[in-house]
């Protein structure tokens, strides 16, 4: 148990459908992140927020919407995503001494 | 550009062996390193990290590190290795202090361990 509690576990979606992955931290950090892991591919960076103000876009696709309400919570909205969009999205919080506490990831498909 | 480079995409070793998993990175100021370990359906788990200080470094489960900045490396090492350290082992280097606490990290290293 890391403090970082992703939800849903797994999602399997079509091309059109809309949905949203969940994080919720209590750690009491000010700062998340999502990440997406795909096989065979480096963890790639998708979005910073820190206190609740999104400081990096790393050049995702406007398909992919985040959403920071407070500092404990984090959402990804997934709109008319494509089949390579199909990965694990791995949340995180940021203590203030640097270090990354990851929740356990959603596993997506998209079909 | 800052970069983290993992040479060994799979390691095996026999149960009871010592492990080394190397790690070298790219990066224009002082940085700070982690290594973290992921077993197959869950999340990154931190094993350590280096800020400062004392360049050997002790993690969780049993595990080490060493920074050594003439060689840009950070390699992780066990003395005595477990088969429940099968999983894969990232490293990132980033700068704590900067405003994203960015992390780059590695492609990962596989350690299958042999009974």
């Known amino acids: 148990e890391t403090g970082v509690t992703q939800t849903p576990r797994h999602l399997v979606m079509g091309m059109t459908n809309k949905k949203s992955l969940k994080c919720e931290q209590h750690?009491?950090?000010?700062?998340m992140y999502w990440y997406k892991q795909s096989a065979k591919k480096p963890l790639e960076l998708m979005f910073v927020?820190?206190?609740?103000?999104?400081?990096e876009n790393n050049s995702v696709p406007s398909r992919f919407s985040p959403e920071c309400p407070n500092s404990s919570h984090l959402f990804l909205h997934l709109h008319t995503l494509q089949p390579e969009d199909s990965a694990l999205y791995l949340c995180a919080s940021r203590s203030f001494t640097g270090e990354l506490f990851f929740g356990e990831g959603s596993r997506l498909t998209v079909l | 550009a800052q970069s983290v480079t993992q040479p060994d995409i799979h390691i095996t070793v026999s149960e009871g062996a010592s492990l080394e998993l190397r790690c070298n990175y790219s990066?224009?100021?002082?940085?700070?390193l982690f290594w973290y370990v992921q077993s197959p359906g869950q999340g990154l788990q931190l094993l350590l990290k280096y800020f400062s200080g004392d360049t050997l470094v002790q993690g969780i489960k049993g595990f080490e590190a060493e920074f050594k900045r003439s060689q840009s490396s950070f390699n992780l090492r066990k003395p005595s290795v477990h088969w429940s350290d099968a999983a894969e082992y990232f490293c990132a280097v980033g700068h704590g202090s900067s405003n994203t606490g960015k992390l780059i990290f590695g492609q990962g290293t596989t350690l299958q361990v042999k009974p």
């Open positions: 750690l009491g950090h000010n700062a």
């Open positions: 990066y224009g100021a002082t940085p700070y």
């Open positions: 927020y820190s206190l609740e103000e999104r400081v």
